[in-house]
């Protein structure tokens, strides 16, 4: 869609006083807030939003934006966010689609480092948990470092242990990698895997996801807490 159209939604938006939802992750987390317009330039829009979400733009950079009177959800990079005032700018509008998605599924990030182990071809490979969901797992491996070349390919059935904190066993799952992704300038590579229902491990995986949906934005509340603070000492 022109740059000009987009701003008529915008300004439409404004004039009936409607807000926007806006999404963005911390830690694997959704975050997602209403916010409203406040000013609307040819270039970009200013937009209040919620104290959790500034810190997210200000970390990522970027936000996704969802309307009933928007075409589709778009996707904005922020380029000035008041952690403060609670007033960000977004540019750079791009068009993603009708859904935000997988985009905003729970995958929480562990705190401490989480030892995995991967299983396939009767071969034992360890890794480190990237993050987790109660439908996937995401694996850091140096399988390329350690044994010269990739073992692992899309598609390829896996097993995997999961040492979660909160078991004295290891978690058992079944899966198939879904996505395998070199991580720049680094050895590792990075392993999604789609698992299936394990239900002598849901209670306690679940368990873990609670624990950590709360110890997450427990964080949240204090860098939003250290970014005001630092604002508020600059001036």
């Known amino acids: ?38 000013k609307i330039n040819q270039a970009y829009v200013a937009f209040q939003v ?11 950079g970027k936000t996704y934006i969802q309307s009933a009177l928007l075409p589709e959800v778009y996707q904005a990079q ?30 929480v990030h562990p705190k401490e480092p989480v030892d995995v182990e991967i ?30 070349d990739l073992s692992f390919d899309k598609n390829t059935n896996v097993s995997i ?8 066993s290891p978690l058992n799952f079944q899966g198939k990698i879904i996505s395998v992704v070199h ?4 050895f590792l590579h ?5 698992i299936r229902s394990n239900p002598a491990a849901e209670p306690v995986l679940q368990r873990y996801l609670t624990q950590r949906h ?4 427990r964080e949240l509340r204090v860098v939003y807490k250290s970014m005001a603070q630092n604002k508020e000492k600059v001036g």
């Open 1 to 38: 869609m022109p740059k000009d159209d987009l701003m008529t939604h915008f300004a439409a938006i404004q004039e009936a006083n409607r807000p926007v939802k806006l999404n963005n992750t911390y830690r694997g987390i959704p975050i997602s807030y209403d916010a409203t317009i406040i």
């Open 50 to 60: 919620h104290e959790y979400q500034a810190v997210c733009m200000a970390l990522e």
């Open 78 to 107: 922020s380029v000035a966010v008041d952690v403060l005032k609670r007033e960000v700018i977004l540019t750079e509008f791009k068009g993603v689609g009708q859904s935000v998605g997988k985009r905003m599924s729970v995958r």
């Open 119 to 148: 299983h396939v071809r009767e071969q034992s490979y360890p890794g480190k948990l990237a993050d987790i969901s109660t439908s996937g797992i995401g694996v850091f491996t140096f399988d390329t470092y350690i044994y010269g």
């Open 161 to 168: 242990e999961v040492r979660l904190p909160v078991s004295d």
């Open 183 to 186: 991580q720049k300038d680094t």
């Open 190 to 194: 990075r392993l999604g895997v789609k």
């Open 214 to 217: 709360i110890e997450i934005m």
